[in-house]
């Protein structure tokens, strides 16, 4: 799938920004108690935040903003509703 994505010119930013996206619902529904959803979610979300970083990679596209800031930021909605 790795492979598929990085020859298929798939930006990784966009992998990321949809991971980040994932991960702001996944925020909303711990905080709303769905946590068996929220939970499916979250693993969902990890599988894009995984992704990103291979087809940067595997596709010369790495960039040190992706692996300093936004990696950081994509956990900050779902840690942010859990604490509540």
């Given at each position: 799938m790795v492979r598929w994505l990085?020859?298929?010119?798939i930006?990784?930013?966009?992998?990321?920004l949809i991971g980040v996206s994932?991960?702001?619902a996944c925020g909303?529904?711990?905080?709303l108690g769905?946590?068996?959803?929220?939970?499916?979610i979250l693993i969902i979300a990890n599988l894009?935040?995984?992704?990103?970083g291979q087809v940067?990679?595997?596709?010369?596209?790495?960039?040190r903003s992706e692996d300093?800031?936004?990696?950081?930021?994509?956990?900050?909605p779902t840690w942010s509703f859990l604490s509540d």
């Open positions: 990085a020859y298929g010119r930006n990784p930013n966009y992998l990321t994932i991960n702001v909303l529904l711990f905080g769905f946590f068996f959803w929220a939970g499916i894009f935040d995984m992704l990103d940067a990679r595997l596709s010369g596209r790495v960039t300093s800031w936004i990696r950081r930021w994509i956990a900050c």
